[in-house]
């Protein structure tokens, strides 16, 4: 049934929009914890070479594995002997004229001095004081310091590979989030026919209720119809006959409604007879079904329509959409108003726009989102004079889905117009 896939797509789709928001934010959050550590390290690094007069030492002070004085204390991560020889760096000292006093870039291969002095010269131009900056493939950290005689103490560090660390855990964690939410997808689908299962079988006993009531209502008001007719003809006509007569014909039009709309409910498109035919004949002959009504009720019924316009679908469902979007534009014109059958050229090729329109001057305040609910009526008290259920409207909705037609709705200067978009082929 259609609202049995809508319904197990609709789950399927809320699931994996949970999952991904939730993959999404968990690993965002640890990339950029993993980020911010990266940088934080960095600047420490080149804090701490700052601190000593731009280079580091070259053996572990005091005996031990503890260089990292001050506020770094005995935590740093690399405090090992090897450190100093693992971290590459330069430093470059400027006066208060910015000229080069001193450069260090031994503990570097990547540069020489002039191309040291270059590259701090760009570090120098920079808006901040600490940052990262790209040559070619490597990134750079650089930190820009004050000394006390009015200079500046430039210090690169080389943080290319503590870079590529945090991109290689980033892809490795997308890759490992999207595997996650394609099985989360997987397993959720098959099942998610599970979850749903209480609801599928109460929607098919709910069903099989409506048809199998909707049969056995048939016999009593065809009896209660009888008998009324009998009264009639014995007694004549008076108000309580006429009254039971149309209480039994709108009871009759309710249960043709549901059984239409249950089958709708149960037909595949497999089941549908799809082929090509004359829609302006289909038309036509609509308008003959109605127009005697319209005139009945001093409303003026148009039809336009190029000759010999051929659509593709089934004739007999597009035909129950047109009776009933009719049916209704009748129902709830405007006295004296005019309803209008259009068919025209589609914007989309091999597509015809079929629009069923009516005057309805009290429409600008409705809300048009709700027509298509089954059971919905503007008038929510049910005390209007307009014959109906709530029904109609829903019941096109479900063949027009069932067809693959797009039904909607539009109010525009004082009418309402429902369109259907057709194909040719």
């Given amino acids: 049934m259609n609202i049995i896939r809508r319904l197990r797509r609709q789950f399927i789709l809320l699931a994996t929009l949970a999952i991904v928001i939730i993959v999404v934010g968990a690993l965002g959050l640890i990339n950029l914890m993993g980020y911010y550590g990266m940088r934080t390290h960095c600047l420490d690094t080149m804090t701490y070479i700052t601190q000593n007069g731009g280079s580091l030492p070259s053996r572990i002070r005091g005996g031990d594995s503890s260089f990292w004085n001050g506020q770094f204390g005995t935590t740093w991560p690399e405090d090992t002997p090897e450190s100093p020889y693992l971290i590459r760096y330069f430093s470059i000292r400027l006066d208060s004229e910015n000229r080069i006093t001193g450069a260090n870039v031994k503990n570097i291969v990547a540069f020489s001095e002039e191309q040291a002095v270059e590259f701090a010269k760009i570090a120098l131009s920079a808006p901040s004081d600490v940052g990262f900056l790209q040559k070619n493939k490597a990134r750079y950290g650089y930190m820009k310091t004050a000394t006390a005689d009015g200079g500046t103490l430039i210090v690169i560090l080389d943080c290319t590979r503590e870079f590529s660390d945090v991109h290689t855990f980033m892809s490795y964690s997308m890759w490992f989030g999207l595997i996650c939410i394609l099985l989360y997808v997987l397993i959720f689908a098959v099942l998610s026919n599970r979850a749903i299962a ?90 003959e079904d109605f127009e005697l ?14 000759p010999e316009t051929v659509v593709k679908t089934d004739e007999k469902y ?31 090729k091999d597509s015809i726009l079929l629009t069923v329109s009516n005057d309805y001057k009290d429409g600008a305040h409705v809300d048009y989102s709700r027509f298509f609910e089954r059971f919905y009526r503007n008038d929510e008290s049910h005390n209007s004079k307009k014959a109906g259920y709530g029904i109609g409207l829903s019941i096109a909705k479900e063949l027009s889905s069932l067809l693959s037609i797009p039904l909607s709705v539009t109010y525009k200067d004082g009418r309402i117009s429902f369109h259907l978009l057709l194909k040719t082929k």
């Fill in 198 to 287: 209480p609801f599928v079988r109460n929607l098919e006993n709910q069903k099989r209720f409506i048809t199998n009531a909707s049969h056995e209502l048939k016999t009593p008001l065809a009896i209660i119809s009888v008998n009324a007719e009998a009264m009639e003809m014995m007694n004549g006509k008076n108000q309580w006959t006429e009254g039971i007569l149309k209480q039994v014909r709108r009871m009759s039009g309710l249960i043709g409604h549901l059984i239409l709309l249950s089958k709708a409910g149960e037909t595949t498109k497999a089941q549908l007879n799809k082929v090509p035919f004359d829609l302006t004949k289909l038309l036509s002959q609509s308008r």
């Fill in 318 to 348: 597009l035909t129950e959409i047109i009776h009933i979007l009719l049916d209704n534009a009748v129902k709830y014109c405007d006295d004296n108003g005019t309803i209008a059958i259009d068919a025209e050229k589609g914007k989309k």
């Fill in 293 to 306: 009504l319209a005139e009945g009720q001093h409303k003026k019924l148009t039809i336009s329509c190029p």
